[in-house]
T-cell receptor
């Protein structure tokens, strides 16, 4: 399987609820990034967390990193319809490329 | 420009034709990346440029694919003798410097359809 796999593949919630997406990876990383992609658009960088960090916040976003479990989670609190998008984790293993997962599709119902 | 610009936004062509996709990165960004995204899938890394040079081309799917970057700015991705399996969205991204700790800024992609 791939470096950087998100789960669930798809998530449907009501507006106002929290959304949690997970990312697992296989090899050691230097940092991990989360991106959002709206339908038909390019990816937008949300947040970067370094391997020596455990948690990071940005507005309604909270990212955690557990290097012992090789996993990260992205929490979106008080979700809005505008949060409907695909969310990707991307890992930097120190090689020449950043590896993206297959993404979680989030649908927030108004 | 304010962001990464890609052209054309959509391209429909017949199997066997050559296509050229263009990427205009953010001014001053030295690193440029090309990815391919099939419907509902993640990103497949194709190639990156550090300045004008591409240190590793092993991500290109076949020898029908080539890319160049001139003047440290605009990049073109060329696909020769297109096949139906080349149908996908081709995304370009740039970053201020090369490195996995650099946020990448993406264009909206070129949606390529091979008939």
């Amino acid at each position: 399987s791939q470096q950087g796999e998100e789960d669930p593949q798809a998530l449907s919630i009501q507006e106002g609820e929290n959304a949690t997406m997970n990312c697992s990876y296989k090899t050691s990383i230097n940092n991990l990034q989360w991106y959002r992609q709206n339908s038909g658009r390019g990816l937008v960088h949300l947040i970067l967390i370094r391997s020596n960090e455990r948690e990071k916040h940005s507005g309604r976003l909270r990212v955690t990193l557990d290097t012992s479990k090789k996993s990260s989670s992205l929490l979106i609190t008080a979700s809005r319809a505008a949060d409907t998008a695909s969310y990707f984790c991307a890992t930097d293993t120190g090689g020449f490329k950043t590896i993206f997962g297959a993404g979680t599709r989030l649908f927030v119902k108004a | 420009g304010a962001g990464v610009s890609q052209s054309p936004s959509n391209k429909v062509t017949e199997k066997g034709k050559d296509v050229e996709l263009r990427c205009d990165p953010i001014s001053g960004h030295t690193a440029l990346y090309w990815y391919r995204q099939s419907l509902g899938q993640g990103l497949e890394f194709l190639i990156y440029f550090q300045g004008n040079s591409a240190p590793d081309k092993s991500g290109l799917p076949s020898d029908r694919f080539s890319a160049e970057r001139t003047g440290g700015s605009v990049s073109t991705l060329t696909i020769q003798r297109t096949q139906q399996e080349d149908s996908a969205v081709y995304l370009c991204a740039s970053s201020l410097a090369y490195g996995g700790n650099q946020p990448q800024h993406f264009g909206d992609g070129t949606r390529l359809s091979i008939l």
